[in-house]
């Protein structure tokens, strides 16, 4: 998961999310399956509700795909404002970009949206509200073209899944399936499951290494730091500085006071 700091503090966003349809981001719920139930998973905060269970609030019951609604927005208000919040890195919108939308959305016309945002005269508001729709019509179309364009078996190697939990996303993190392969044969010489020979001081090998310690936790559990660092022992002697990179990565979350750790779904 992804952590952004911004109006929507210390935000943690999941493969999940970015794997949603443009429906579910709008109502802020997906559907999934495990171990052969179904389930409503609130894209926000990973809470799921179990499909064929009834749940009540006060006197009213609802199904599991309602519940999960009603607390998406009892617990983190309309999702376009939840959207709205993220960092301009995630939206690629500009406050004055996000207030717009929002007067839009608010059905203000363009005069009392001029008003409101202090931005000059109507005409002002008019050109923004024609190139953001412009912008809508090229994201739509390159969506269409990447979704094209992955259609067809590539010759070179996919990137693998980076979680996005990861505080900072860039160029470190575009590792292709055969790049990580090679990475976790040469630093992880006994398998996998077994302790890595050294600590690299290359940001891409770094990252490959993280993404494959953080499977040797069980996300959803909480850890204490005496079993965090036991985990981490048994991979590297040094298990004070994989624990810092993989907080610092944002692949492993802890409270404030250090008293547990966990890895978010």
């Known amino acids: 998961m992804i952590n952004i700091t911004g109006e929507n503090e210390a935000v943690s966003i999941s493969e999940k999310f970015w794997n949603a349809s443009i429906e579910e981001l709008k109502t802020g719920v997906a559907h999934e399956v495990r171990d052969h139930s179904s389930y409503y998973v609130c894209l926000v905060c990973g809470e799921a509700f179990e ?15 309602k519940y999960a ?20 890195k995630l939206t690629g919108l500009t ?40 912008k809508a019509k090229q994201a739509k179309l390159f969506l269409a073209i990447m979704e094209l364009s992955e259609e067809k078996p ?9 979680p996005r939990s990861v505080s900072m996303v860039d160029e470190r993190f575009a590792i292709t399936e055969e790049e990580n392969a090679e990475i976790i044969k040469s630093y992880f ?3 996998p499951e077994g302790p890595i020979s050294e600590f690299p001081k290359k940001q891409k090998r770094k990252a490959a290494i993280l993404r494959q310690l953080i499977k040797r936790f069980e996300p959803g559990r909480e850890y204490d730091e005496k079993e965090v660092n036991q985990i981490l022992s ?14 610092d990565y944002g692949l492993l979350e802890r409270e404030e006071d250090g008293s547990y750790y966990w890895v978010k779904l």
């Open 234 to 247: 048994e991979a590297f002697s040094d298990h004070v500085t994989l624990r810092r990179y993989l907080i």
């Open 95 to 134: 406050d004055l970009q996000k207030g717009l939308l929002s007067a839009f959305q608010q059905n203000q016309s363009d005069g009392e949206a001029a008003k409101e945002l202090g931005i000059g005269s109507t005409s002002t508001v008019r050109n923004h509200r024609f190139t953001l729709r412009e």
């Open 69 to 88: 609604s009603v607390h998406v927005e009892r617990s983190h208000g309309t999702m376009f404002s939840w959207l709205l919040g993220l960092d301009k």
């Open 51 to 65: 499909k064929g269970i009834i749940y009540q609030e006060s006197s009213i019951f609802y199904d599991a795909e």
């Open 189 to 191: 010489k006994q398998g």
């Open 154 to 162: 590539r010759a070179s190697s996919s990137f693998v899944s980076i």
